[in-house]
């Protein structure tokens, strides 16, 4: 069982910078690929970044590729997401995610366990 805590979240006026945290118990975090999505008002749960047990791959959506970074560190068990040059369009509940099994981690359902959220909204 992995339960992550997700932090970092807030009110941050366009072209500013957040960085997320989210914090994994357990002992086996590196043995789980870790990614961050992100959920807007009446759509669906998108894909945002990723990132493998051993950081050496990452993957990013379109949307956000050149602006955010994701990284982890297996001995903090934690794993983050730099934001930068935000726009309105971020703005979201962003959650993070575990996968121990996986083929594609862009999608949700490879993902085995998950946060509860923490709220970004940037201002025009």
């Known amino acids: 069982q992995v339960q992550l805590v997700e932090s970092g979240g807030g009110l941050v006026q366009a072209g500013g910078s957040l960085r997320l945290s989210c914090a994994a118990s357990?002992?086996?975090?590196?043995?789980?690929?870790m990614g961050w999505f992100r959920q807007a008002p009446g759509k669906e749960r998108m894909f945002v970044a990723a990132?493998?047990?051993?950081?050496?791959?990452?993957y990013y959506a379109d949307s956000v590729k050149g602006r955010f970074t994701i990284s982890r560190d297996n001995a903090k068990n934690t794993v983050y997401l730099q934001m930068s040059s935000l726009k309105p369009e971020d703005t979201a509940v962003y959650y993070c995610?575990?996968?121990?099994?996986?083929?594609?981690?862009?999608?949700?359902?490879?993902?085995?366990?998950w946060g509860q959220g923490t709220q970004v909204t940037v201002s025009s």
């Open positions: 995610a575990a996968a121990n099994v996986y083929y594609r981690l862009s999608y949700a359902d490879e993902y085995d366990y």
């Open positions: 357990g002992r086996t975090f590196s043995s789980y690929a």
């Open positions: 990132i493998s047990r051993t950081a050496g791959t990452t």
